[in-house]
């Protein structure tokens, strides 16, 4: 049994090559919190998704360290176990913040992994060594901008596109680039743009042999899912309202979702991810891994985890370059359209020091002895 030592909280700001608008805003940089785990001279290292401000999520990164260091860490790591299954029992007491127990839980695991020299792709029971990549295409100033855009993913050899919709910018972007690349695999993302009265305006897309509509409704909406479902001919695929096994079950039973994008920050973790995803293969629901423009420490994890059987679609997993010119771990690169997955031990990947140096804009340290 080994102990941790210190926890290592680092704020990184990481400039993205393009602005990314989506319904709910535009990025043009990745304020991203890194947790590092100490434990006899390991490092464990994990990200947290949350973003600057809550537009995705209820989360956001200054309240991800405040959960952290004012409730997570001391309550969880009195003892210093390093134990992720302990760490994630332990962490149930508190509600909600789960973006920063994923972060937390993390980094325990990939410390407690790399201590065993097992990789998390292995831990999480694997079955390949590659997987197939999409990309996300946020909203464009123009149609000129959006064909240029993704004409420059196709040549780089995305296997899918999906295109961030909401209303008034979506059945004219679908028909241009479903014109353009008559056989590529394409889907949208609304991020809870749309209303239950918008059914028709969902159902213009319908023509566009889209693999799924992501996400159209508000996240508490399961049943406006469930009868847009019976509406469209478009699955239906829930983001953020699958927030856990049991809401998983819920909209799978309901009929508000017939394909789920499971993203471990979303719902607490790898452990809840490999429980949703354990069901969802049950159920026969397809799952893909989906993205929170994760620098390559948690692109590393969510490659792992897309290595399951389960997740039969491409994923959100794009290469580095899709998002930063420099990332923090050495890049992930895509080769014929799949990035590999990292087989040494824990993620399989670190930060290298002086590019964590150099996009560091603030950091602590908790020491724990
Ligand atoms: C989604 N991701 O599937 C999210 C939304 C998203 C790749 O489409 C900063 C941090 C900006 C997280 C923008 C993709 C973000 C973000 C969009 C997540 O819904
Ligand atoms: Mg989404």
């Known amino acids: 049994m080994t102990s941790i ?5 680092h704020r990184i700001d990481m400039p993205l090559v393009r602005p990314f608008r989506t319904s709910f805003g535009t990025q043009e940089a990745r304020d991203v919190l890194l947790v590092e785990v100490v434990s006899e001279g390991v490092s464990g290292w994990a990200e947290c998704v949350a ?3 809550p537009g995705y999520s209820h989360e956001y990164v200054d309240g991800a360290v405040d959960v952290l260091v004012e409730h997570l860490i001391p309550a969880v790591l009195s003892d210093r176990l390093l134990n992720p299954h302990e760490v994630h029992g332990r962490m149930r007491r508190f509600q909600g913040h789960p973006m920063a127990k994923a972060a937390l839980e993390t980094a325990v695991l990939d410390a407690w992994l790399r201590q065993r020299g097992q990789s998390l792709a292995d831990y999480l029971g694997a079955v390949r060594d590659e997987v197939d990549c999409g990309v996300s295409v946020g909203i464009p100033r123009s149609l000129d901008a959006l064909l240029e855009e993704v004409a420059s993913y196709v040549d780089a050899g995305y296997r899918r596109i999906k295109l961030k919709i909401e209303p008034g910018w979506d059945v004219e972007a679908v028909r241009a680039v479903r014109e353009a690349w008559p056989a590529m695999p394409l889907q949208t993302d609304a991020n809870q743009a749309y209303t239950r009265d918008d059914s028709d305006m969902l159902a213009a897309m319908d023509p566009y042999g889209l693999l799924l509509v992501e996400q159209p409704l508000p996240e508490d909406d399961l049943r406006g899912h469930a009868l847009l479902a019976e509406r469209i001919a478009t699955p239906v695929c829930l983001d953020e309202s699958i927030i856990s096994v049991a809401t998983a079950d819920s909209a799978i039973a309901f009929g508000a979702t017939s394909v789920i994008n499971i993203k471990p920050g979303r719902v607490g973790g790898y452990l809840e991810a490999k429980a949703i995803h354990d069901l969802c293969l049950e159920r ?8 929170m423009l994760e620098t ?20 959100d997993t794009s290469a580095s370059s899709r998002y930063f010119a420099t990332d923090i771990t050495e890049p992930f690169v895509l080769e014929d359209g799949r990035l590999r997955v990292p087989t040494a031990p ?8 002086a590019l964590l140096a150099e996009f560091t804009t603030w950091s602590a340290e908790i020491d724990l002895r």
């Open 5 to 9: 030592d210190l926890i290592r909280l």
């Open 296 to 315: 390559g420490i948690g692109r590393a994890a969510n490659i792992a985890l897309a290595a399951l059987p389960g997740f039969t679609l491409p994923g």
């Open 284 to 291: 026969g629901i397809p799952v893909w891994c989906g993205g």
């Open 51 to 53: 973003m600057e401000w």
């Open 346 to 353: 824990g993620i399989g990947v670190d930060p290298i020091p």
